[in-house]
Every structure is written in C-alpha cells, then in structure tokens.
C-alpha cells in the first residue's frame, strides 16, 4: 500500500433497498464532470425550488451525471454486467450521485452546488424512507 492510499480511503457505503454498497472514488480524470454537475445544479433559488435546480441542466450535465454514476458502479462492482450497471443507475441516479460527488470532495466546492446537492440528499433518504414522490415536503 503506497502513501497516498491512507488518504482515499476505501470508498462510502450507501444503502439501497436494504443492501450496502461500497462506493469507490473516481480519478481526477472526473473533475471536469463533476464541475458541470455543480453547474447543472446553479438554478434553484432554495431549497424547495425543484424546478430551478434542474434549470440550468444540459445534453452535457446529464452525460457527465451518467458517466460518473456508471464509472462509479463499473469500478465499484466489476462483476456486475454492464446492462446491468446501466439499469441499476439509472433507477437510483437521485440516490448514488449525492453519496457520489460525496465520495470524491466535491459536494462542498461551490456552495450554491452544495445546496443543491443537500436537495437531493433530501430526497434520497425521503425514497430510502420508502417515499415515491421527489417532492421535498
């Protein structure tokens, strides 16, 4: 184990559905992504603005969401199949990004993004409650 290993860590647990799964960060090759991510989510006015917080989304927001989603679980649960992978992010996107951008020290890098980004942690544990709408009431 190298120097830097200490640092990392080995990832974040989320649970889904009744069953954890160990999370592991993504490279700095994801920075860019994750910047478009926190930009995506610049156009909520607050908390409960839900129409806002998807304001500001694009073609290039929601291809950066879905690759670091994806790379994630690839790298996280590598015997998992790809069609598989895809399914499954797809259906918990609004649970895995918040522990996502978590994971890899960018949820606090811009504060407007990190309000943002609290939203949806709301709403994820609102569905980990057993919750269907994304409603934050």
């Known amino acids: 184990m190298g120097r830097l290993s200490k640092h990392i860590g080995e990832g974040e647990e989320v649970e889904i559905d009744g069953e954890k799964f160990l999370l592991k960060p993504l490279g700095a090759e994801y920075y860019g992504d994750f910047m478009e991510i926190a930009k995506g ?22 291809k950066s969401i879905s690759r670091v989603v994806i790379d994630t679980l690839k790298k996280s649960l590598p015997d998992e199949t790809p069609e598989d992978i895809d399914i499954f992010a797809g259906k918990f996107m609004m649970i ?17 993004a990190k309000e943002k980004l609290e939203s949806l942690k709301r709403i994820r544990n609102r569905k980990e409650d057993g919750h269907t709408s994304t409603s934050p009431e």
């Open 41 to 62: 989510f610049s156009g909520a006015k607050g908390d409960n603005d839900m129409e806002g917080m998807f304001k500001n989304f694009t073609d290039k927001t929601m």
């Open 96 to 112: 895995l990004l918040p522990a996502i951008t978590e994971l890899n020290g960018v949820s606090g890098s811009n504060s407007r």
